[in-house]
């Protein structure tokens, strides 16, 4: 099939042809007063249709671009809610399972880390006795308990359902025991206003990684650690034997 030939249209043909026929009377020199006021006023209209039509494009133009500039901001905010719901837990804004492993494996190409563990008591209790809006609640109500005690560069992760991990870069195993223990005594000291009006506790394992090491190997033990807590009675702190690496 033969490509078609067929030129485009001219966007300035009517303002082409009063141009041609002013220069063709201006170039006339047998034209005379009549034909130059003619060719003139057609010269006039032209130009104030172009003048209409180029201020009609340009606002156009200029509402399109604030138009694209407003779908771009939007594509950006877009975006970054997305980044953020696929590294954040819905449910209480702090890193999900995969985030928390994706920032640990960064943190330990550059330095040791500690990091702790910790696992709600009787969370099943917790559900099946009020329902989940309440575990929803309990669970919210640990991660403000855990907020406010961590350093600026730690990171809290849910990490499952009742079970949380904090990120600690660079800090050794004592700090992060001592800090474990004050988050231990906050949530235990916390009114969490269960029907009941129970107490909510916390089992904590402690671990720690030298620079380079293996998280899953060290997560392991921390998890290790946390059980031991939980078997030894629930509501207290247990370290991991020694630094992971």
Known sequence: MSPDLTPSPDLFDAETRVLSAAR??????????????????????????????????IGRSDREELEMNRLNQRLHELAGELEYRATHDSLTGVLNRAAVIEHA??????????????????????NDSFGHPVGDQVIRGVVA???????????????????????LPGRSIDVAETL??????????????LPDRSAVTASFGVGALAKGSSFDVAYRCADEALYAAKRGGRNRVMCADHVYG
């Open 180 to 193: 474990a223990e004050q988050m231990r005594a906050a949530i235990a000291a916390h009114d969490f206003h």
């Open 24 to 57: 063709a009377t201006f170039d006339d020199p047998h034209a005379g007063l009549a034909e130059h006021r003619e060719a003139l006023g057609g010269l006039l209209a032209g130009y104030e249709r172009l003048l209409r039509e180029t201020r009609r494009l």
């Open 105 to 126: 494996r960064t943190l330990l190409g550059t330095s040791g880390m500690a990091l702790v563990v910790l696992d709600i008591d009787h969370f099943k209790r917790i």
């Open 145 to 167: 308990c855990l907020q406010p005690l961590v350093p600026p560069a730690a990171r809290i992760g849910r990490v499952g359902g009742e079970e949380f991990t904090v990120l």
